[in-house]
């Protein structure tokens, strides 16, 4: 029995060993953020998260103002509702064309996290129609939204090469809840993807899935378009941690190598204990 002690020592570092990607349930407050470039197109808000080691988030709002309706950078604009929109066009300064809105341009913010997080809730702190699409970054590298057109991020429209995956078309009320907190609240992301970079736009056609018919499988009727105005309040997802490691998704080989190194040693110690008990050659 003596000669098993090694193993099963071998076996208890192993099973001990921290995990290489641990989850984190985490939020995200839309509202008190700071503020890079404010009171210009292209600015930029961080947030950061409800919980210790959640990470933050870096928002930027973007439409279709450019030439041949690529996109630009907007302002992202704070209010108590959440964030809101001001793009190019003049008049999208005014309400309600001030919160993320489809009214004569596609607004979008785009969310930047220094994790990988795999979103599953979005909250609408004010609005008055509030349909909405969801993508995620799936591509290589940093995603570049200028100069191109929505249809062009969306692989599903374009063969694989704007990078960005559909999460979800989600429309109000069918696929949000209100529980008595005077917000919106969207559950998204039944199927799990993580990235971390998402688009958040007002209910856009460019990313319906080829084929739809019905709302049923992710299409934006031309009739749920054009009246859709909010301010995006809060995110919730799950942050995916590494231990051990450097940067994101980091897994920590050298520290699982060196448990490896020290226990093949006591496995060979095994082996000739058990071979002389055997009596073979270890
Ligand atoms: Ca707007
Ligand atoms: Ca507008
Ligand atoms: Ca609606
Ligand atoms: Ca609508």
């Not at 990607?21 to 930029?44: D, P």
């Not at 596609?106 to 220094?114: E, G, I, M, R």
């Not at 200028?146 to 559909?166: F, I, K, P």
């Not at 919106?184 to 993580?194: Q, V």
């Amino acid at each position: 029995m003596k000669y098993f002690a090694p193993f099963l020592l071998v076996l208890g570092l192993l099973v001990s060993l921290p995990q290489a990607q641990a989850s984190l349930a985490t939020s995200w407050t839309l509202t008190n953020g700071s503020c890079s470039g404010c009171g210009s197109y292209g600015n930029v808000r961080s947030f950061g998260a409800s919980t210790v080691d959640g990470g933050d988030v870096a928002a930027s709002a973007w439409a279709d103002t450019g030439t041949g309706n690529t996109l630009e950078t907007a302002e992202l604009k704070s209010w108590s509702g959440g964030l809101g929109i001001t793009n190019r066009s003049g008049a999208d300064g005014g309400y309600p064309n001030h919160a993320i809105d489809n009214r004569d341009n596609y607004d979008a913010v785009l969310f930047s996290f220094d994790k990988t997080v795999s979103l599953d809730e979005i909250v609408i702190g004010w609005w008055k129609d509030a349909d909405l699409s969801v993508l995620a970054y799936t591509g290589s590298g940093t995603p570049d939204l200028a100069g191109q057109t929505y249809a062009a991020l969306d692989d599903a429209q374009n063969g694989s090469m704007g990078g960005w995956e559909l999460v979800g078309n989600y429309f109000d009320p069918q696929d949000s809840s209100e529980p008595g907190d005077g917000k919106l609240h969207y559950n998204i992301n039944s199927g799990g993807i993580s990235s971390s970079y998402w688009l958040v736009s007002a209910l856009n056609p460019a990313f319906n899935t080829p084929g739809c018919s019905s709302r049923a499988i992710d299409c934006a009727p031309g009739n749920y378009l054009g009246n859709d105005y909010f301010k995006l309040y809060a995110l919730a997802g799950t942050v995916t941690t590494s231990s051990g490691g450097g940067g994101n998704n980091t897994v920590p080989a050298p520290a699982s190598l060196l448990l490896l190194a020290l226990g093949l040693p006591l496995l060979r110690l095994s082996w000739r204990g058990i071979a002389r008990h055997a009596g073979v050659p270890a």
